[in-house]
Structure formats: C-alpha cells, structure tokens
C-alpha cells in the first residue's frame, strides 16, 4: 500500500490547543510521525487553535467548568477546524474527550500512555495527611476536590484554573497551601524543579485516560487514517478502550466526579473504577479483571455495579 506522504510545500497540518503542555503534545506526535516515515520537520505544520477552555477571561474568572458548559470544552474549536479542512489531524489529552466523537470524525490513535498518577505540589509539606487542619487547596478538578473532602473534609478546597503555569503561580501567590497537577504533564514539560510528590493509585484513582495522548482524524482522509496507524500504541489503545467504556457508561463528564484506571497484567486486564458526590460524602469504587479482549464489557460491567450500588439519584446533581 501506497501513502501519499506530505511533503514542505503540502504538509500535514496538526491541529492542537495553544498551551505549553498541548504543543508539546503535539511536537510529540509531529516527531513520531516524522521518524516513522522517514520524513522532514517542515512536512508538518502545528496549527494552535484557540478553544473555550482557553478563554483567558473564563480562566480569571474562576468560574467552575461545569458553569461554562464543559462537554467539548477544549475541543469544539478544534473538531470544528478538521470538519472544514483547515487541519488535518488533532492531538487531545484524553481525559479532555467526550466519549462520543462528532460525526465524520475518528478517535483511533492513542501514544504511549506517560505516568497516569496525579502529584501533590506544595513548597511545604509532601503529603496530603500533612496539611493542617482548614488548609486551602486549590483545584479545578471536580474528581480531585471529591475525592480529597471524601478523605480530608476539613480542608478549604478552592478553585484554582488555568493551564499548568497558571496553576504554578497561584500557588507562588499564596492562593493556596497546594494544588494537585498531572505527573504526565510535569513530565512531557520536563518541569523536574516543581516540589512534587507523585500520589500513588491506591490513595487517589486518576481521571479516565489520564496521561494519556489521543490522535483525532477524519474518518475520510485515508492518507491520515493510514500514518496514524502506524504511531498507535496497542496497548495504550486497550486500556482506554475499557476506561472510555466505563466512562461512557456512566455518562460522565468533567462535571462528574469519576475516576478510572485499566492496567494490564499478561493476557488480563484490571480495571478500578470510583464514583462520588461532588462534596466528596459518599463514594463507591471496586474493580474488575478479564480478558484484554473484553475490555469495554469489563468497563460497562463495572459502570452497571458502581450505578446499582450508588442507587437512583446519586448522578441527579448535574
């Protein structure tokens, strides 16, 4: 088969949000895609589009996501620019997808999945049980803030948004005692001078795909279907299949606290699985494991047990 590659005067145009964290993102996929085909830096354009989620007078604000109407929050725009052709392919943080695609478009490529735990930032103290009593922790993350009050309700969260520099500098300014960032960022920003304490899995689950990069296209363009497929990490690919299952199930979004993790363990998949109230009051989790190839059965399953335990109503914030 035959790929009719880009070349400097028509290159493949990338499309991504503007923050430090989604470019390098995108220079990843850029630099992937380049060593897989044995082609320059110039057959590739990295086209930053401006998203709702990235509207600075919304981000001042602090205004909660879900206020803003969070479901394609940092990707309308960018689906929108592939639908008209400006761009040809986006790069997402997974855990910034809705679980439905718009129609005409694909969600099939996913890299290697970075670090998926969430790390504790302070200039003080290196653990959350450190803090004193009435301390205030800035978040923006629903599933942080529930699972934190579910563990420390004594503390003051806030909300703390903005991208990841943003968030450093309040926390510089005192706006807070701490925040919590994602390891996957720290680390594709090679940021090793923040004071950070990675948080293991077992003491606070991640949002679903967390750490993890998700390569859009349209389902149309053949030559890009084609060079995606071969930069898709197969096993990143499995074990967000189970995650966005889960999730889908659920029906959840960056409004519900929902946390998930698959991991892969020879021929079988664990998938962990935690849903709360927003006020962290009530928390129910548990876990399933299964064949690989049953991943998205085993996301839903789990879903259906953690919706049958948390009984009717418990989703009836939102």
């Known amino acids: 088969m035959t790929i009719d590659l880009p070349t400097p005067d028509q290159p493949l145009n990338i499309g991504t949000r503007g923050s430090p964290l989604a470019l390098a993102q995108a220079y990843e996929?850029?630099?992937?895609?380049a060593a897989a085909f044995d082609l320059p830096f110039e057959a590739f354009t990295i086209v930053p589009i401006k998203t709702t989620g990235d509207d600075r007078a919304l981000i001042d604000a602090d205004r909660p996501l879900k206020e803003i109407g969070n479901k394609g929050l940092f990707t309308k725009e960018i689906e929108e620019a592939m639908i008209d052709g400006r761009i040809d392919i986006a790069v997402h943080s997974m855990?910034?997808?809705?679980?439905?695609?718009?129609?005409g478009l694909v969600l099939e490529t996913y890299l290697?999945?970075?670090?998926?735990?969430?790390?504790?930032?302070?200039?003080?103290?290196?653990?959350?049980?450190?803090?004193?009593?009435?301390?205030?922790?800035?978040?923006?993350?629903?599933?942080?803030k529930a699972q934190l009050m579910n563990r420390r309700p004594d503390l003051n969260v806030v909300e703390f948004r903005g991208n990841l520099q943003t968030r450093l500098k309040k926390l510089h300014d005192g706006v807070a005692s701490c925040t919590f960032l994602a390891m996957a960022g720290l680390n594709r920003l090679k940021m090793d001078e923040v004071?950070?304490?990675?948080?293991?899995?077992?003491?606070m689950l991640p949002a679903v795909s967390q750490g993890a990069i998700?390569?859009?296209?349209?389902?149309?363009?053949?030559?890009?279907?084609?060079?995606?497929?071969?930069?898709?990490?197969?096993?990143?690919g499995q074990r967000l299949a189970a995650e966005r299952a889960f999730l889908a199930t659920l029906d959840g979004s960056c409004e519900t606290p929902i946390a998930g993790l698959a991991e892969l363990h020879g021929d079988t998949l664990r998938l962990r699985?935690?849903?709360?109230?927003?006020?962290?009051?009530?928390?129910?989790?548990?876990?399933?494991s299964g064949p690989i190839s049953e991943g998205a059965k085993l996301g839903e399953t789990l879903a259906r047990t953690l919706l049958d335990r948390a009984g009717p109503g418990f989703f009836d914030w939102h």
């Open 29 to 33: 996929t850029r630099d992937r895609l």
């Open 95 to 103: 855990k910034d997808m809705p679980v439905e695609q718009p129609e």
């Open 112 to 144: 290697p999945r970075e670090d998926v735990r969430d790390a504790f930032i302070s200039p003080s103290v290196t653990r959350i049980a450190d803090l004193p009593e009435g301390a205030v922790v800035g978040t923006s993350s629903l599933r942080r």
């Open 195 to 203: 004071p950070k304490t990675p948080i293991e899995t077992t003491d």
């Open 214 to 236: 998700g390569i859009e296209c349209r389902a149309s363009d053949a030559r890009a279907t084609d060079m995606l497929a071969a930069i898709h990490d197969i096993e990143t």
């Open 273 to 288: 699985g935690e849903v709360l109230r927003p006020d962290g009051s009530t928390s129910h989790s548990d876990e399933i």
